[in-house]
């Protein structure tokens, strides 16, 4: 019981086998391609003409560090103007959020630096952000240059990326790097980490902090 | 079969070799079997004829059944109709080997006799190699090493030896004994041979077979001795070997028994790798089947909102699931891989074999959900209700409550616990939303 499935993991290591979990919420003006970008992360497809969401929806995918399993619970809310009074909701719990504007608009840019704001404001302050700059196949339409996101995401501490959910460019990269952010220790302070929910022996306390020890 | 042969078994009879409708009394030729028949009741109706007449009917009548039947006559449907017509014509359309399959005659089963041999086989092998055992423990119980007079005898009365003069050549390979060629008694039979035809058994090696349990405290390298030849004195020989070694001289035959049992014994104890493997496999599979039931259960229970189980315990039992479904996974890989590497590849049977097990492997996996560790979406609402008067959260409220009933159709209970949290969360904002309006108004 104790060994086996863990043969080729190298041994020492007390994060051995663990599954962690965590939030991710989706945020971004409509129609930049958040719901492309989750689609294609967890089935690998992607939709020309894709429907606009309604409310937020919910998705799962696992990914597999070096000797840990991260599994994703993702909300990728909409990006309606209406269903803006939802979005508190999902990211207030969430350990990680990706923020997207389409790279042919400089308008969700601008959308996406003030979703930064509201996620600094009153989200999680251990949020892992990352801002996605979709649809790069569309390069011929660029309105916002790599270095202004770029720039952007280094002045506030964000992960960025360039992604296209329809070549799949960067789409997983974005999720693995943002795997890797993630607190997966025991966190020093009190306030540090988030309600991840660690998905193992002894794990009674559900608002302990951090994922696996 | 039985027309075919009555009709190759009467031409055989004749000298010369005549087809047609002929007369089987008179041989004469009538061309048409209506004639025939016309001809054989007129000129044939004798009472002795009769009963030759009614056979002739009888056998005339299956033919022509047959002919009538066969497909390959009248139509080129078939391959055999149409090898046969390239061959040789419409005549061949009468070759018995081109006939149809025919039925099976009266056959009779051997198996009956096949297991009566085996069995009586094996039963005088298990006797006899018993026997051999009891005496093999009488022979290494019997403490009297040292003293080879005295050993000897009581070898002699543990098993009576063939007396020396009433044998003159080897009971095994025929060889005659002579002054070079010593004879030797086996120590379990008591028979007669010459050296090549014995070998010595070690006591470890007996000790084995006469008490299984001794060899699993003493895993050594048990094997037959090589026969060195020291000497002339074949007792003392026999008593031990080069390294001091107790063991007894056996003949080939002996041998062969003895060696056979440990074989069946070695069957008995000692699984093949592959065994081993899905052992440890179907044991992760029994505990699976039975942690999804309990898991199906609590899941259930705790989305009714029930409190007989902790949310925590479910979650402790799915991690516990996980890593069954790992182990599942890693060892049926680790059994399709196997020997697949080598040199000398697995046999088709064994690769086979390997292969269905991961297949098996593969599909438990994906019935008992254990996509847990793979990415799961809801399939599109079918229809949205998107009216614009409905308050967000409530339409929020609805997609979450189609998201749970979906994901415990997929058997997604992690999921499931997350949708519902999500949805109580919902809940509160909701009231809190509604009591702020009151409030307000």
Same mark, same amino acid.
């Given at each position: 019981?104790?060994?086996?499935?863990?043969?080729?993991?190298?041994?020492?290591?007390?994060?051995?086998?663990?599954?962690?979990?965590?939030?991710?919420?989706?945020?971004?003006?409509?129609?930049?391609?958040?719901?492309? *970008?989750?689609?294609?992360?967890?089935?690998?497809?992607?939709?020309?003409?894709?429907?606009?969401?309604?409310?937020?929806?919910?998705?799962?995918?696992?990914?597999?560090?070096?000797?840990?399993?991260?599994?994703?619970?993702?909300?990728?809310?909409?990006?309606?103007?209406?269903?803006?009074?939802?979005?508190?909701?999902?990211?207030?719990?969430?350990?990680?959020?990706?923020?997207?504007?389409?790279?042919?608009?400089?308008?969700?840019?601008?959308?996406?630096?003030?979703?930064?704001?509201?996620?600094?404001?009153?989200?999680?302050?251990?949020?892992?952000?990352? *801002?996605?700059?979709?649809?790069?196949?569309?390069?011929?339409?660029?309105?916002?240059?790599?270095?202004?996101?770029?720039?952007?995401?280094?002045?506030?501490?964000?992960?960025?990326?360039?992604?296209?959910?329809?070549?799949?460019?960067?789409?997983?990269?974005?999720?693995?790097?943002?795997?890797?952010?993630?607190?997966?220790?025991?966190?020093?302070?009190?306030?540090?980490?988030?309600?991840?929910?660690? *998905?193992?022996?002894?794990?009674?306390?559900?608002?302990?902090?951090?994922?696996?020890? | 079969?039985?027309?075919?042969?009555?009709?190759?078994?009467?031409?055989?009879?004749?000298?010369?070799?005549?087809?047609?409708?002929?007369?089987?009394?008179?041989?004469?030729?009538?061309?048409?079997?209506?004639?025939?028949?016309?001809?054989?009741?007129?000129?044939?109706?004798?009472?002795?004829?009769?009963?030759?007449?009614?056979?002739?009917?009888?056998? /005339?009548?299956?033919?022509?059944?047959?002919?009538?039947?066969?497909?390959?006559?009248?139509?080129?449907?078939?391959?055999?109709?149409?090898?046969?017509?390239?061959?040789?014509?419409?005549?061949?359309?009468?070759?018995?080997?081109?006939?149809?399959?025919?039925?099976?005659?009266?056959?009779?089963?051997?198996?009956?006799?096949?297991?009566?041999?085996?069995?009586?086989?094996?039963?005088?092998?298990?006797?006899?190699?018993?026997?051999?055992?009891?005496?093999?423990?009488?022979?290494?119980?019997?403490?009297?090493?040292?003293?080879?007079?005295?050993?000897?005898?009581?070898?002699?009365?543990?098993?009576?030896?063939?007396?020396?003069?009433?044998?003159?050549?080897?009971?095994?390979?025929?060889?005659?004994?002579? /002054?070079?060629?010593?004879?030797?008694?086996?120590?379990?039979?008591?028979?007669?041979?010459?050296?090549?035809?014995?070998?010595?058994?070690?006591?470890?090696?007996?000790?084995?077979?006469?008490?299984?349990?001794?060899?699993?405290?003493?895993?050594?390298?048990?094997?037959?001795?090589?026969?060195?030849?020291?000497?002339?004195?074949?007792?003392?020989?026999?008593?031990?070997?080069?390294?001091?070694?107790?063991?007894?001289?056996?003949?080939?035959?002996?041998?062969?028994?003895?060696?056979?049992?440990?074989? /069946?014994?070695?069957?008995?104890?000692?699984?093949?790798?592959?065994?081993?493997?899905?052992?440890?496999?179907?044991?992760? +599979?029994?505990?699976?089947?039975?942690?999804?039931?309990?898991?199906?259960?609590?899941?259930?229970?705790?989305?009714?909102?029930?409190?007989?189980?902790?949310?925590?315990?479910?979650?402790?039992?799915?991690?516990?699931?996980?890593?069954?479904?790992?182990?599942?996974?890693?060892?049926?890989?680790?059994?399709?891989?196997?020997?697949?590497?080598?040199?000398?590849?697995?046999?088709?049977?064994?690769?086979?074999?390997?292969?269905?097990?991961?297949?098996?492997?593969?599909?438990?996996?994906?019935?008992?959900?254990?996509?847990?560790?793979?990415?799961?979406?809801?399939?599109?609402?079918?229809?949205?209700?998107?009216?614009?008067? +409905?308050?967000?959260?409530?339409?929020?409220?609805?997609?979450?409550?189609?998201?749970?009933?979906?994901?415990?159709?997929?058997?997604?209970?992690?999921?499931?616990?997350?949708?519902?949290?999500?949805?109580?969360?919902?809940?509160?904002?909701?009231?809190?939303?509604?009591?702020?309006?009151?409030?307000?108004?």
């Amino acid at each position: 019981m104790a060994n086996r499935g863990q043969v080729q993991r190298p041994a020492g290591s007390s994060l051995q086998g663990k599954i962690c979990q965590f939030k991710l919420v989706l945020l971004g003006e409509s129609a930049v391609g958040k719901s492309s *970008l989750v689609l294609r992360f967890v089935k690998g497809q992607f939709y020309e003409y894709q429907e606009s969401t309604i409310g937020a929806a919910f998705l799962t995918q696992t990914v597999c560090l070096d000797d840990i399993t991260v599994k994703f619970e993702i909300w990728d809310t909409a990006g309606q103007e209406r269903y803006h009074s939802l979005a508190p909701m999902y990211y207030r719990g969430a350990q990680a959020a990706i923020v997207v504007y389409d790279i042919t608009s400089q308008d969700t840019f601008n959308r996406a630096k003030s979703w930064v704001k509201e996620l600094q404001r009153q989200a999680n302050p251990n949020i892992v952000i990352a *801002l996605a700059g979709n649809k790069a196949d569309l390069a011929d339409k660029r309105m916002v240059e790599f270095e202004d996101g770029q720039a952007y995401a280094d002045e506030n501490s964000l992960v960025f990326v360039e992604t296209s959910a329809k070549t799949a460019m960067n789409v997983n990269d974005v999720f693995l790097t943002i795997a890797k952010k993630l607190p997966k220790s025991e966190p020093s302070g009190p306030s540090g980490g988030a309600s991840s929910r660690r *998905l193992d022996e002894g794990a009674t306390d559900q608002a302990s902090t951090g994922c696996c020890k | 079969m039985p027309l075919e042969n009555s009709y190759n078994s009467n031409m055989t009879d004749y000298v010369e070799v005549r087809e047609g409708f002929l007369c089987p009394v008179c041989m004469k030729d009538l061309v048409t079997f209506e004639q025939l028949q016309t001809h054989f009741e007129v000129a044939h109706n004798t009472e002795e004829d009769g009963a030759a007449f009614r056979h002739l009917k009888e056998l /005339l009548g299956k033919a022509k059944k047959k002919i009538l039947k066969d497909p390959s006559i009248d139509s080129a449907s078939s391959d055999e109709g149409t090898n046969d017509r390239s061959r040789g014509g419409a005549t061949s359309a009468f070759d018995p080997s081109a006939w149809e399959v025919q039925e099976f005659g009266a056959s009779s089963s051997h198996t009956e006799y096949f297991k009566q041999v085996r069995d009586s086989r094996v039963d005088r092998f298990v006797v006899e190699t018993n026997k051999l055992l009891l005496r093999l423990d009488k022979l290494i119980v019997a403490d009297v090493a040292g003293d080879t007079a005295k050993r000897k005898a009581s070898e002699k009365d543990i098993v009576p030896w063939v007396p020396d003069q009433d044998v003159h050549y080897c009971l095994i390979c025929g060889i005659r004994f002579s /002054l070079v060629k010593r004879k030797h008694h086996c120590r379990l039979c008591g028979g007669i041979i010459c050296s090549k035809c014995s070998v010595y058994l070690p006591f470890a090696y007996a000790r084995k077979l006469t008490n299984p349990a001794f060899a699993l405290e003493e895993p050594k390298q048990l094997g037959v001795s090589s026969l060195p030849r020291t000497g002339s004195s074949g007792s003392l020989n026999s008593m031990t070997n080069a390294e001091g070694e107790q063991h007894i001289r056996i003949c080939t035959e002996c041998r062969r028994l003895l060696d056979r049992r440990d074989q /069946l014994i070695e069957q008995r104890t000692s699984k093949p790798i592959i065994v081993q493997f899905y052992e440890r496999m179907k044991v992760a +599979v029994d505990e699976v089947e039975k942690g999804v039931e309990v898991y199906t259960e609590m899941a259930n229970s705790l989305s009714l909102g029930e409190t007989r189980f902790e949310l925590a315990e479910a979650q402790k039992l799915n991690v516990r699931l996980a890593k069954l479904y790992e182990t599942i996974d890693v060892i049926s890989k680790k059994i399709a891989a196997l020997n697949m590497g080598d040199e000398v590849a697995p046999h088709a049977q064994q690769a086979r074999l390997q292969r269905c097990v991961r297949l098996y492997a593969a599909a438990f996996l994906q019935e008992r959900g254990a996509q847990g560790l793979r990415g799961w979406a809801p399939a599109a609402a079918a229809v949205t209700t998107s009216g614009v008067d +409905v308050d967000p959260m409530l339409q929020q409220m609805s997609i979450i409550r189609d998201y749970i009933r979906k994901a415990k159709q997929a058997r997604r209970f992690d999921e499931v616990q997350m949708l519902q949290a999500n949805l109580e969360e919902l809940q509160v904002e909701y009231k809190r939303q509604q009591r702020r309006l009151t409030a307000a108004s």
